[in-house]
T-cell receptor, first 116, second 110 residues
Framework: NAGVMQNPRHLVRRRGQEARLRCSPM?????VYWYRQLPEEGLKFMVY????????ESGMPKERFSAEFPKEGPSILRIQQVVRGDSAAYFC??????????????FGPGTRLTVL | QKEVEQNSGPLSVPEGAIASLNCTYS??????FFWYRQYSGKSPELIMF????GDKEDGRFTAQLNKASQYVSLLIRDSQPSDSATYLC??????????FGKGTHLIIQP
């Protein structure tokens, strides 16, 4: 029973390049959340998606960042024209959203992005 | 602005003793409360969730919630060296994303 899967686990990009991070939720989960953890900082919510819909993107930077969760395939977090400040661990979490406020989010192993 | 506050530590506890971790939150509309454990370089791992006032026990772990005081705590009984990690408190309102504290670094001394 696979958990939340993320790839790549480590990603190195030079300034100005694009980074694409992928997340496959747990089986039976249709809700995906992306979080960012900067060095020595706490986890910060970025975006919440359902299939083909962005539900809440209040934590996403206004520029260069976008996310999608297509009908088929994994959720993608895309960072255009990366800068050194984007270096962080990016975690994806999924939940079943089967009702109530107690839906639990389960985290993937994360993608460690390093911008040179 | 939603905030979750935790003492960053480090909190040092002798092996076999009770570790007590505390968390306060600012959003009175918060409905569910979670404790995650994160080892260095790893992803958060769920320990417990609680949504009703009072205590909830699961093995060596007990979560306590007091909504009137906006306070959540986690007790770890019979602490083991493997419990050494950063403990993250998180709160959520409805379908929102989780709001995390910065975590408490716990060290269990053999």
């Amino acid at each position: 029973n696979a958990g939340v899967m993320q790839n790549p686990r480590h990603l190195v990009r030079r300034r100005g390049q694009e980074a694409r991070l992928r997340c496959s939720p747990m089986k039976g989960h249709s809700h995906v959340y992306w979080y960012r953890q900067l060095p020595e900082e706490g986890l910060k919510f970025m975006v919440y998606l359902q299939k083909e819909n962005i539900i809440d993107e209040s934590g996403m930077p206004k520029e260069r960042f976008s996310a999608e969760f297509p009908k088929e395939g994994p959720s993608i977090l895309r960072i255009q024209q990366v800068v050194r400040g984007d270096s962080a661990a990016y975690f994806c979490a999924s939940s079943p959203r089967d009702g109530g406020a107690t839906d639990t989010q389960y985290f993937g192993p994360g993608t460690r992005l390093t911008v040179l | 602005q939603k905030e979750v506050e935790q003492n960053s530590g480090p909190l040092s506890v002798p092996e076999g003793a009770i570790a007590s971790l505390n968390c306060t939150y600012s959003d009175r509309g918060s409905q569910s409360f979670f404790w995650y454990r994160q080892y260095s370089g790893k992803s958060p791992e769920l320990i417990m969730f609680i949504y009703s006032n009072g205590d909830k026990e699961d093995g060596r772990f007990t979560a306590q919630l007091n909504k009137a005081s906006q306070y959540v705590s986690l007790l770890i009984r019979d602490s083991q060296p493997s419990d050494s990690a950063t403990y993250l408190c998180a709160v959520v309102r409805g379908a929102d994303g989780l709001t995390f504290g910065k975590g408490t670094h716990l060290i269990i001394q053999p």
